[in-house]
């Protein structure tokens, strides 16, 4: 019988597991290889890849080889041989096959031994007695694949809860956090807490903090303390207290402890009640002999004005009377009146929250907002903290945006129409009022400072939603061209380009004058003015708005304008409509004197000789206002040094007359500047033209360096223009330059990376001669701990690294030179000081951060 052989099992194909980990083994055989000499370790690694792939080749011949075998005829062979079976195993298919003949077993001789079973999926089946196979039980495979899940559940159920414990304490740190940068103690008490809640509108977040049970408690012990009040209260009335009742009610009040809120609530009752008890007498009998008219003056039975007891005292003592409103504000602002003080500042806070989400798509709303808040509170406090908003937000030194101008303006016209025509007349007051001050002084305003140009777009939308009428527009243009400069050919040329075809559109022959007046003004306008760019665009563009040529008006869209108009009209109700108000610019001008005709109620005296009187007295006391009560020299030499606007003029006399540098920095911070550029620049100007370096200067910028990194920021803006226009400076101004920058630089106030803006690739004479100045004052000053200080912050800067070498090679090769040391006339100790520093400062200044 012919022996089978055993077919060999094929190799399993690698796990993605196992296939990382053979690469991870390769890569780090690679690096062993690599890293085992000091040079070919590239060259190694080729040669060990090459070695293996051969030997993995090697194996597979050897496989695939098989051994041959002399092949032999079947005829040759003999047939006892052939019965016995003794043949070896051929290559040929029929021999190997499965298959088998009939005949040829029937002639084979019976052998014992039985041919190898193989199951088909690898595995044996486990037999049981008598030949049967035994399967493998159900219920087993079923339980272990359950006892599976279960572990696997559990695993995860521990990792999330888990992952939520850390997150629980993640959030407890940051809560705490919060409450420590919030100041919130939880050792004080909660009711005042509560109480601050409710005050700022957050009450409705109490129902989800608070417990349902604690609350109806405390409304039950507030009902008793109020019982027991009321009972008392009684007895009093009724005159039947008594020492011993005395006693019960203290002893009541050690039983039940109260908080600062039940407190607060009894004193109040207490404070009413007794104010009942004391004046209800009093006040029954003077009840119908004294009335209060609707201005607020008391009246007798007979009609007749009872004098005000602070208008007598006053009198009295001759003190100037001060109307009530002012009192109340005088009160609040010296701190007397805390409650007025507190009101004010929880409505600007309410006030600004709503002005600060003012949007088209939100306008009814933040309207109805705002109404709501002049319905809550007095309109002199509304106007007061609105007017103050709207300072903030539209007139700033910066351009502010068209499309918030049009959307605030939308406000107050609502607003106009809504509650009263006082609202719109006194914004539009305090507008012209602003106007009027900047127009008198346009010829000293900058052309980068923008608060005119915004104002004039504020008045121009207050026309566009007709809360005045074109007559007042038409003055405020004329005043511009009365007083033709770059700034005013500015503002008309904002007016043109916003309002201009509404212009045309109302009133045709009004702006056809207007038109012609602006062409003769500017036909007599000196020939500077004739050449600016502004004045020939404006001129273009008043061409295209009186030929109706909306095309050459750049990014003109009348349709936000038109859609807030809509707008308008759909908000208001029960048959509002916008009061459009027809005041002259000399009404507005003169309200304070004369008063408010178009204030229904308001006093108006319509004295024309006292109208003419009230104009000329501003006109003198203007200047000593606008002067401060500074001496005529001190400003005559602020002229001199052309400081033209006044808040230049106000620091330069600050510094000028002011006892010492601590005195100059504290008057100047009450002057409440926005900008800083002022300070630097009127500081470093009066250093410069001084006769010699004064230290006072350079104390008072490190003064005002210390206090604000702002001022920091434009004192060396200021240092890098007076290094930029160097040119322009002479020898003296660029010795005290030099000196000012060494003490500020050497204190901190400054870094010596303050002379980057200096080109040290093309030196020329005064630039070459202010470094020498600087340098040499830096390296001999008699701090050698600070000059080294100075130098090494910025050694330490790796972007500074093209300023470092310049300064290396200004430092060797050019200050270090013996012509340049004689030129100094230094002593040999000052030579040699300074030959030891220059070398020290070139280390430190090679040195690289590692």
Known sequence: MVKIKKKEAKKKPLTRKEQRKQKSEVKKQNKRLYHAGKTNGTQRVAAAAEASAAQSL???????????????????????QLLSGEIDSDDDESIDSDFSDPDVDALMPKSKEKVEVFEPLGKRAKKMQGGAIQRQDEELVRRKELRQQKELSSKSKKQRLKTLRLENEEEDREINKLEKKLKLNKSKDKNRLVRKMFNDGLDYLLDFVLDDEEEKQKWEEKQERKKRLKEQQEKEDAGMWSDEEEEEQDELKDNFPEDDSGSEDEEDDEDISGDESDEGSEAEEEAPKIKEDIYGRKRDAEGNILPDPVEKEASAVGQKYIPPHQRALMAASAGSSEKQAEILARLLKQSKGLLNRLSEANLHKIAAGIEALYMKNSRYNMNETLTKLLQEALLGSTRTNERMVQEHMVLLAYLHAQIGSEIGAHFLQTFVELFDGYVKDITNLEVEDKQLNNLVLVLCYMYLFKIYELSLLMELIGKLTDQLCEKSVECLLQIFQSIGFRLRKDDPLAFKTMMQKVQSQIASAPLELKENPRLRFMVDILNAVKNNNMQKLPQYDPELADNLRKRLKAMLKNDRYVVTLNITLEDLLRADKVGKWWIVGSAWTGNLDEMGSAK??????????????????????????????????????????????????????????????????????????????????????????????????????????????????????????????????????????????????????LSFYFMKEVMVRLLLSPDEREVYQTFERVAKNSKLQQFKQSVRLFLQHFLLKSDQLDKLKLKEEEQQLLQQRVDHLDKLLAYVDL
Not at 66 to 76: C, E, I, L, Q, R
Not at 641 to 650: D, F, I, K, L, V
Not at 701 to 710: E, G, H, V, Y
Not at 716 to 729: G, M, P, T, V
């Open 58 to 80: 090697q194996g597979k011949n050897k496989k695939k080889k098989k051994s041959k075998k002399p092949k032999v005829n079947p005829d040759d062979i003999p047939k006892e």
């Open 616 to 765: 000329q007295k501003p006109n003198k006391n203007s200047s000593n206002s606008a002067n401060a009560g500074f001496a005529d020299q001190l400003l005559e030499l602020a002229k001199k040094q052309q400081m033209n606007t006044a808040e230049r003029r106000n620091i330069f006399c600050i510094i000028m007359s002011a006892a010492d540098y601590v005195d100059a920095f504290e008057k100047i911070l009450h002057l409440a500047l926005k900008d800083q550029r002022a300070v630097a620049y009127v500081i470093i100007h009066c250093a410069l033209n001084e006769k010699r370096a004064n230290p006072y200067y350079a104390h008072l910028a490190l003064k005002f360096c210390q206090f604000n990194r702002k001022y920091q920021l434009a004192f060396q803006f200021a240092s890098w223009d007076r290094i930029n226009d160097i040119e322009k400076l002479s020898k003296p101004q660029i010795r005290n330059l030099a000196s000012f920058l060494q003490q500020v630089i050497l204190a901190a106030g400054l870094q010596l990376s303050v002379l980057k803006v200096v080109d040290f690739m093309q030196l020329d004479k």
